[in-house]
């Protein structure tokens, strides 16, 4: 093994590495972060999810739910590099925080199950960091429970994923029996024993050494075939030197040539030396990336990874703590101290930096500077939000801000107590500031708070953020669904008198009405239209105007449900006036109530909200999607097939969609996905909600 005080290199950005783990839920990749940790000394002792005493999932809902929520930041050394590592959550409700995770790293390590393999959110993960262009090395994890295996899982990473695996290991024993591995660059032999926190490097056992000789002609033959210099190499003797080997597999894991693969057992500790060997080795540092590209006054510009260059940075992530605004940050570019004004692209504003801290996930550390290739987190910033450039104030810079899903599940929440609203509506702010995928809004037709999110766990995370961190207790329940009514058949002049007298100037307005459907092609199936062939002047302009007013004060409330009213078209015909009891007020009165009579008399249908929803789900789940689709009233509208998924299109009744993304999920074991537009209105069903009030 290599020791920590190893090669120093001439540029200091060399030696950094920004790195995230990536995996399924309950891969084990908390687990891999913590041995990471206790490997590199940076705790003295390991952290288990099981107990609640992992750095990374220090919040307590992580703690009692024994899964990852929010991406966590740490750092740590090795072999004389910096590792800047973000431990990323696996469950498919949360992938917005890995999507912010992997815009601001340059490499990656993807978490495997040896006895699942490849599951549903690892292949999510993947796709999301080959869009980023993030270079990764896999590590199979959990090698010593019983039905582990190797081959299987890497079988299952070449289909699933596509890439061209290049194993670099073979393990020493099986299941429970699993001690060590074969280091297959450099055919020699770690093994590791209970008690002992590092491997005993040695020569590879007799009985392995075939096996080892084999899976290393195969290893050598899989790099010649994708890399020039090695395949000229081995052309000319036949095999490749440990070095040529180990430079190969370093341009192609940069390039995404192929994935270097290694296995081990992180809750056991053992395999994570030769990994994070591997992360030095294989993964890239800040020098070897592109450099960061940007905007200004229409022109793009690229700052490189250069301390003394003007400075440019990404913050990514924004936490309120009880000490205050962090604001975390990748620094692409330049240098930024303590008290330095940097503009802020949010608001086209200056900002001073308080403080910069070094994060060690809810711990942190202040330093004097922070310089191109940092993660960091800074206080003092009121306005950047998550996607906010940072840069100097005589460079300015706007970087391309991480992408934010769609929000596909909604919940109505509101305060228990009326106190609470105002606090409600601050912490809402506060929640949707730290997580851009949560969205808060108010329905402006039920008035109803309704919070958007990524999935029902991540609702149900929010609204518990809002008990404990904020002391507020909340009702939540499913959003009301804005339903209309409309005209389905109309009637023909109907006749209103509005006549009353109290003693002073009377009320007169005699106005006659048709009332029929709109047709789609002139105002929309839902407006409404207002017209007049009143002739000889029986109804004064401004009388008609009045009338007009009245029956749109009539479209509020119709007769089947309460809902609003519309698609329709109302026309005066005639009408009547007194020459001292008429007046404005008079005859908007008539035209409330004659359209309310003549809409109880006309035929009348419920309009429901639809959406135009596309599914995108592997071609063996499409039967069971359709048919969902179908039980939902769904009308399917047209299908395709795109890189071996299948995409169907259909339009469904937004009530039909509550809760249609956990079921979809467990449809297609996590693998579907679906983006909702809404379209507009379609008639519903006989007795669909009639008699719901808005």
Same mark, same amino acid.
């Given at each position: 093994?290599?020791?920590?005080?190893?090669?120093?290199?001439?540029?200091?950005?060399?030696?950094?590495? !920004?790195?995230?783990?990536?995996?399924?839920?309950?891969?084990?990749?908390?687990?891999?972060? @913590?041995?990471?940790?206790?490997?590199?000394?940076?705790?003295? =002792?390991?952290?288990?999810?099981?107990?609640?005493?992992?750095?990374?999932?220090?919040?307590?809902?992580?703690?009692?739910?024994?899964?990852?929520?929010?991406?966590?930041?740490?750092?740590?050394?090795?072999?004389?590099?910096?590792? !800047?590592?973000?431990?990323?959550?696996?469950?498919?409700?949360?992938?917005?925080?890995?999507?912010?995770?992997?815009?601001?790293?340059?490499?990656?390590?993807?978490?495997?199950?040896?006895?699942?393999?490849?599951?549903?959110?690892?292949?999510?993960?993947?796709?999301?960091?080959?869009?980023?262009?993030?270079?990764?090395?896999?590590?199979?994890?959990?090698?010593?429970?019983?039905?582990?295996?190797?081959?299987?899982?890497?079988?299952?990473?070449?289909?699933?994923?596509?890439?061209?695996?290049?194993?670099?290991?073979?393990?020493?024993?099986?299941?429970?029996?699993?001690?060590?591995?074969?280091?297959?660059?450099?055919?020699?032999?770690? %093994?590791?024993?209970?008690?002992?926190?590092?491997?005993?490097?040695?020569?590879?056992?007799?009985?392995?050494?075939?096996?080892?000789?084999?899976?290393?002609?195969?290893?050598?033959?899989?790099?010649?075939?994708?890399?020039?210099?090695?395949?000229?190499?081995?052309?000319?003797?036949?095999?490749?030197?440990?070095?040529?080997?180990?430079?190969?597999?370093?341009?192609?894991?940069?390039?995404?040539?192929? #994935?270097?693969?290694?296995?081990?057992?992180?809750?056991? !500790?053992?395999?994570?030396?030769?990994?994070?060997?591997?992360? #030095?080795?294989?993964?890239?540092?800040?020098?070897?990336?592109?450099?960061?590209?940007?905007?200004?006054?229409?022109?793009?510009?690229?700052?490189?990874?250069?301390?003394?260059?003007?400075?440019?940075?990404?913050?990514? =992530? #924004? !936490?309120?703590?009880?000490?205050?605004?962090?604001?975390?940050?990748?620094?692409?570019?330049?240098?930024?101290?303590?008290?330095?004004? %940097?503009?802020?692209?949010?608001?086209?504003?200056?900002?001073?930096?308080?403080?910069?801290?070094?994060?060690?996930?809810?711990?942190?550390?202040?330093?004097?500077?922070?310089?191109? +290739?940092?993660?960091?987190?800074?206080?003092?910033?009121?306005?950047?939000?998550?996607?906010?450039?940072?840069?100097?104030?005589?460079?300015?810079?706007?970087?391309?801000?991480?992408?934010?899903?769609?929000?596909?599940?909604?919940?109505?929440?509101?305060?228990?107590?009326?106190?609470?609203?105002?606090? $409600?509506?601050?912490?809402?702010?506060?929640?949707?500031?730290?997580?851009?995928?949560?969205?808060?809004?108010?329905?402006?037709?039920?008035?109803?708070?309704?919070?958007?999110?990524?999935?029902?766990?991540?609702?149900?995370?929010?609204?518990?953020?809002?008990?404990?961190?904020?002391?507020?207790?909340?009702?939540?329940?499913?959003?009301?669904?804005?339903?209309?009514?409309?005209?389905?058949?109309?009637?023909? +002049?109907?006749?209103?008198?509005?006549? =009353?007298?109290?003693?002073?100037?009377?009320?007169?307005?005699?106005?006659?009405?048709?009332?029929?459907?709109?047709?789609?092609?002139?105002?929309?199936?839902?407006?409404?239209? *207002?017209?007049?062939?009143?002739?000889?002047?029986?109804?004064?302009?401004?009388?008609?105007?009045?009338? &007009?007013?009245?029956?749109?004060?009539?479209?509020?409330?119709?007769?089947?449900?309460?809902?609003?009213?519309?698609?329709?078209?109302?026309?005066?015909?005639?009408?009547?006036?007194?020459? =001292?009891?008429?007046? @404005?007020?008079?005859?908007?009165?008539?035209?409330?109530?004659?359209?309310?009579?003549?809409?109880?008399?006309?035929?009348?249908?419920?309009?429901?909200?639809?959406?135009?929803?596309?599914?995108?789900?592997? @071609?063996?789940?499409?039967?069971?999607?359709?048919?969902? $689709?179908?039980?939902?009233?769904?009308?399917?509208?047209?299908?395709?097939?795109?890189?071996?998924?299948?995409?169907?299109?259909?339009?469904?009744?937004?009530? &039909?969609?509550? +809760?249609?993304?956990?079921?979809?999920?467990?449809?297609?074991?996590?693998?579907?996905? *679906?983006?909702?537009?809404?379209?507009?209105?379609?008639?519903?069903?006989?007795?669909?909600?009639?008699?719901?009030?808005?």
């Amino acid at each position: 093994m290599r020791t920590t005080t190893s090669r120093q290199l001439a540029n200091p950005l060399a030696v950094v590495r !920004n790195l995230g783990i990536l995996a399924h839920v309950d891969a084990g990749k908390t687990t891999v972060t @913590e041995r990471i940790l206790y490997a590199t000394g940076s705790t003295h =002792k390991r952290g288990e999810v099981h107990d609640g005493t992992t750095v990374t999932d220090f919040d307590p809902q992580e703690r009692d739910r024994g899964i990852t929520i929010f991406a966590a930041a740490v750092s740590c050394d090795w072999d004389g590099h910096r590792v !800047n590592l973000i431990d990323t959550p696996g469950h498919v409700d949360f992938a917005d925080e890995v999507e912010r995770s992997l815009r601001v790293l340059d490499g990656a390590v993807a978490v495997f199950d040896a006895v699942a393999g490849v599951e549903p959110q690892s292949e999510s993960v993947w796709r999301q960091a080959e869009r980023h262009g993030v270079p990764r090395i896999a590590f199979v994890n959990k090698l010593d429970r019983a039905g582990a295996d190797l081959d299987t899982a890497v079988a299952s990473i070449r289909d699933r994923l596509h890439p061209a695996p290049l194993v670099v290991q073979l393990p020493i024993g099986t299941e429970d029996g699993f001690t060590g591995v074969v280091d297959l660059v450099r055919m020699r032999a770690l %093994v590791w024993t209970d008690g002992t926190p590092t491997a005993t490097e040695g020569p590879v056992p007799p009985d392995l050494l075939a096996e080892a000789g084999r899976r290393r002609r195969l290893l050598e033959e899989a790099v010649a075939e994708l890399h020039p210099v090695a395949l000229e190499e081995f052309c000319a003797t036949s095999a490749l030197a440990a070095e040529t080997l180990t430079g190969a597999l370093r341009d192609l894991t940069r390039d995404g040539g192929g #994935v270097v693969v290694l296995c081990g057992s992180a809750y056991r !500790n053992r395999g994570i030396e030769p990994l994070l060997d591997a992360v #030095v080795d294989y993964l890239p540092s800040p020098l070897d990336v592109p450099a960061v590209r940007g905007t200004h006054d229409g022109a793009e510009q690229r700052r490189p990874a250069d301390p003394a260059a003007p400075f440019a940075a990404l913050a990514f =992530k #924004v !936490n309120a703590t009880p000490t205050g605004r962090l604001t975390f940050l990748r620094v692409y570019s330049g240098t930024i101290e303590k008290g330095d004004t %940097v503009w802020e692209s949010n608001t086209g504003r200056t900002e001073r930096i308080g403080r910069v801290l070094r994060v060690q996930a809810d711990r942190h550390a202040q330093v004097d500077r922070a310089s191109a +290739g940092d993660i960091v987190a800074v206080v003092g910033l009121k306005s950047a939000r998550a996607g906010s450039t940072l840069c100097a104030p005589g460079a300015p810079l706007v970087l391309e801000p991480p992408g934010v899903a769609e929000p596909v599940v909604s919940a109505a929440v509101e305060a228990r107590a009326s106190t609470g609203t105002d606090r $409600l509506a601050a912490a809402l702010a506060r929640l949707t500031e730290e997580d851009p995928s949560l969205v808060a809004r108010t329905d402006p037709e039920t008035g109803q708070t309704v919070l958007s999110g990524m999935g029902e766990l991540h609702l149900e995370v929010a609204v518990e953020k809002l008990r404990r961190a904020h002391g507020l207790e909340v009702n939540v329940g499913r959003p009301r669904v804005a339903y209309r009514e409309t005209v389905v058949r109309g009637v023909s +002049g109907l006749v209103f008198r509005h006549v =009353k007298q109290d003693g002073g100037a009377g009320q007169f307005a005699h106005v006659v009405l048709d009332v029929e459907p709109l047709d789609a092609g002139e105002a929309g199936a839902t407006g409404f239209e *207002f017209r007049s062939v009143v002739v000889g002047g029986r109804v004064p302009q401004e009388y008609v105007r009045a009338v &007009e007013a009245g029956c749109r004060d009539a479209l509020a409330d119709g007769p089947l449900g309460g809902h609003p009213v519309t698609g329709l078209r109302v026309t005066l015909t005639d009408g009547a006036t007194h020459v =001292k009891d008429s007046s @404005e007020m008079a005859f908007r009165t008539a035209g409330r109530l004659a359209l309310r009579g003549a809409l109880r008399d006309c035929a009348m249908a419920v309009l429901e909200p639809v959406a135009e929803v596309t599914v995108t789900v592997p @071609e063996d789940a499409v039967g069971g999607v359709l048919g969902d $689709l179908a039980a939902r009233r769904g009308r399917v509208t047209g299908s395709a097939t795109r890189a071996g998924a299948a995409v169907v299109t259909a339009t469904v009744p937004l009530a &039909e969609l509550f +809760g249609y993304a956990t079921r979809l999920r467990s449809r297609t074991q996590g693998r579907g996905t *679906f983006t909702a537009r809404p379209t507009g209105y379609a008639v519903a069903p006989v007795g669909v909600a009639v008699g719901e009030g808005r």
